[in-house]
């Protein structure tokens, strides 16, 4: 369970809730008089994310077994008001079944950890009724699921903490918690949390909390807000039945841009009240398009962002963030206010970057390239917890770009916002592609593109309820061959199916790799593809915000062979619904992957209970709206279909819905004529992007 701790039972008898209330105080008050000594450490919640690792994946080494956990441990100082606070520093004796962190990363045991002892230069004041959340990694038994735990912290002879833990499965959780606001501040003002209720009864929405950080140089030590009671359950559904998933929207009022415990009640069908909880970053979540590359320079004439016509293209396939820090020339000029990008890189000194001034300016910091690769040599775990340390007392969120989902489990949870690398033809792979079945040749030059979707899926398990992301192949000028194949880089098709079987996970922003000036030039082919998959991104942008992945089904023909893969993201005002093919060929001329013509097809998407009163249900891409033939069926809309390659729907209990997004998709294309720019469809505006390069 994610939290074993009970706060309190709701009774039907008032008399008996006085007298409880009574004894308590009763109690309190010999034990103060008496002057008996307690623990003051407690542990108020545990939150386990077990270890995943996809079966899809293919590896020259077998890979080891997924048997660990990431546990976090929400630690208060339950000490009576007035009592000396804690003092937490590097020497601070903290032990698991005997052994200090130290001794388990060692040994392996563990992969990180954020205990004192990783901090030893830090000295943390803890007082009476405040928490810290204390993290490890565990790799092996028995620290991940159906393990037991001793844990002692604090002084020998009279120690804060000595207590047992059972490391389980939840069987219920915060399955996605994001924080949003309005367009004109970066300070969120209200939070949107999804719960997954794997248990075999119903729970029901109480009310919730956040744990906050009062000072942003002591981010660890968080405090309690007041209760929220005012919770918007999810179209009015509060009770989340047995293996569903439901969840609420809550003013919280501005947020502080610092770290958070949020805490969630919720009562089961015996009445017994108990708390999911969550320990991550605040920060307003928005829906991010990136591009890699975008400064790299052009012999004699700077770096490609300083000309206009390359910021046009940019803007053009909807690219609102860069894999680049300030650039003279382009932010301190006019053009930086005509074509803005995000910033998102290393983002040091941290005290230039940390400002009011730029923040709104940054997507994220990305200091530490690919760890798990490392130039040669994988940066261990804990080295990436204290390569990320310094952000942690500003406002900045952190990411880690992962590279290899056989091992990406022992980086889990260390950055606010992961995402990984990894393309699917023509590029260099963690994985082993000739190892692949999934055609009658094995092929050097490509590897299965529902793969995509996969590592989407292990890394949001391993890192819930964190956003993540993902850079997606793209174009790129520097690729060379691989198993024979002349063309060097993704077609429009293998772009666009890689880009959605990321979507379809629930991703909330997307990278391509890579954007620049050659690669541009050289693989025009690809731009308008880029460019409607940027269209579509915003369609549906908001809804990826609001919502959390919900079903995933692959589908197979009657002979075995691969068919469909089917999602969905779900949220209160709608669910997307994603039929992506499978039905595709590996080309053994053109060692290229080919799709076929439309065909009939029939999808069952099921639907949370809080999405049963569904509406309209249309299909969308960036060309316009379409009605959809579709019916309501035991919980699930079933949709008929001829399709091939990506099919995207929109399901929604509001009728007002198709004709808003309509309204949005008239006003992307319109500011897309505005630009006046098109290097896909007009050669004019082409040959201006090929005279830059010369």
Known sequence: MENQMRLFRHTNTTALLF?????????????????????????????????????????????????????????????????????LDGQTRTLFNGRTPESLLETEMWGWHDMPSAMPDTRLSLPPDAMIVWTFNGRVAPFGPGGNVKIDAGPESAPWLSTAIAIEEPDCRLSAVTFTGDDES???????????????????????????????????????????????????????????????????????????????????????????????????????????????????????????????????????????????????????????????????????????????????VECLGEPQYGGGRPVPPQEVWEGLLPYATSRLATTVTHSEERIWRDYAGLSDYPHYDAYRVTAPSADAWWKYDRWEKKIFWGSPLETIGDMCRSLRELNRPAPCAIWSQGPHEGWDRYGGRNRTSPTPDEIRLQAYHALSTRITSLYWFNLSLKTVVKWRD??????????????????????????????????????????????????????????????????????????????????????????????????????????????????????????????TPDPELRTMLEEKRRRLIDAEEALQFDPARRDEDFQKLVDLMQ
């Open 186 to 364: 970066v300070q969120p003002h209200s939070m949107i949390v999804h719960i997954a209720n794997m248990s075999e009864s119903v729970v029901t929405l109480e009310a919730c909390r956040l744990w906050t950080a009062q000072d942003a140089k002591t981010p660890r030590i968080l405090v309690a807000g007041p209760i929220l009671n005012a919770m918007r359950a999810f179209n009015d559904h509060a009770a989340i039945p047995a293996g569903e998933k439901g969840g609420f929207v809550v003013d919280t009022g501005v947020l502080p841009l610092t770290y958070a415990a949020v805490e969630v009640h919720v009562r089961k069908g015996d009445g017994e009240v108990y708390s999911l909880w969550a320990h991550l970053r605040i920060k307003k979540e928005v829906f991010d398009i990136s591009g890699g590359w975008v400064n790299s320079k052009i012999e004699g004439k700077g770096p490609a962002v300083t000309h206009e016509d390359f910021l046009k293209t940019l803007k053009r396939l909807y690219v609102n963030t860069a894999h680049l820090s300030v650039t003279p020339g382009y932010s301190d000029t006019e053009l930086y206010d005509k074509y803005p990008l995000k910033y998102f890189g290393a983002m040091r000194p941290i005290e230039q970057w940390d400002t009011d001034e730029m923040l709104p300016k940054i997507h994220a």
């Open 19 to 87: 007298k409880t209330l009574v004894l308590a105080c009763i109690l309190t008050l010999a034990k103060a008089a008496a002057g008996a000594e307690t623990m003051p450490l407690c542990i108020e919640g545990i939150t386990v994310i077990p270890h995943m690792m996809v079966e899809s994946m293919r590896y020259a080494q077998e890979p080891e077994p997924a048997v660990g956990a990431r546990v976090q441990l929400f630690v208060r100082n339950a000490a009576l008001s007035g009592a000396p606070p804690l003092v």
């Open 526 to 651: 690809t731009l308008d593809e880029i460019a409607r998959i940027g269209r579509e991104m915003r369609l549906l942008d908001e809804f990826m915000i609001e919502g959390d992945a919900y079903g995933f089904e692959r589908i197979t023909k009657q002979n075995g062979e691969l068919d469909w893969d089917i999602a969905s993201v779900c949220g209160r005002r709608a669910a997307l619904l994603f039929a992506l093919d499978l039905d595709y060929a590996a080309d053994q001329e053109e060692k290229v992957f080919k799709f076929g013509e439309p065909r009939d097809a029939e999808w069952r998407f099921p639907l949370p209970a809080y999405l049963a009163g569904i509406k309209d249900v249309f299909r969308l891409d960036a060309d316009g709206i379409y009605t959809a033939t579709w019916e309501m069926t035991d919980g699930a809309v079933v949709i008929s279909e001829k399709a091939s390659r990506v099919v995207v729907y929109v399901a």
